[in-house]
């Protein structure tokens, strides 16, 4: 080719080296690049699409959690993550990529400070004066399954997919649970 590879480019800048002559790369940039964008001449490439997964997708795992000893708080969150399926490289906020979740020993469970006085739980009956309250160690002794759903739940947003998400988790007061045909996997904890 004449003139080198370069020619083509030295012709449509008008015979000047294109690499010094600003004006002529913005006509280049026009000329040879479809998608014009006035960032300049190399952002002119096509960006990456954020990708977005599909219900068809996804990919759900049964995790196991042991809570002997955990922080109340601690423990959450990360459930939390794990329901939400914040933990995968394929998150898509809309779509349900978590995973199910199954904790052990939730009577075990572990608060700080004078928590396990001080915190109260509330429900109502619907009827007037109804409200009922339960501290911490009373909530351990009836429903200790109830302390780490509550804590999870809170931790989740408040819409119809957190509600759908917050059924994948599997809360049981004791060590066993049924749920071993599906081979849960134990959860890695950040202590």
């Known amino acids: ?12 800048a008008g015979g000047h080296d294109f690499a010094y002559d600003v004006y002529s790369a913005a006509r280049l940039r026009v000329a040879f690049f479809t998608p014009f964008t006035p960032r300049g001449l190399f952002h002119a490439i096509r960006s990456m699409k954020t990708y977005v997964a599909k219900p068809t997708d996804r990919e759900r795992n049964w995790l196991v959690v042991d809570a002997n000893g955990k922080t109340l708080g601690r423990l959450a969150t990360q459930i939390a993550d794990a329901l939400r399926g914040k933990r995968k490289p394929e998150y898509t906020p809309h779509i349900d990529t978590g995973d199910f979740v199954v904790v052990v020993n939730a009577e075990k469970i572990h608060v700080t400070g004078n928590k396990r006085k001080d915190k109260r739980y509330f429900r109502h009956s619907g009827y007037p004066g109804g409200l009922r309250s339960r501290n911490f160690e ?54």
């Open 138 to 191: 009373e909530m351990q002794a009836k429903r200790p399954e109830e302390i780490i759903r509550l804590a999870v739940k809170g931790m989740m947003p408040r819409n119809r997919l957190a509600r759908r998400q917050i059924t994948k988790l599997k809360i049981y007061s004791g060590p066993d649970h049924p749920h071993v045909a599906q081979k849960p996997q134990p959860m890695e904890i950040e202590a």
């Open 1 to 12: 080719m004449p003139g080198g590879f370069l020619a083509p480019f030295r012709d449509a």
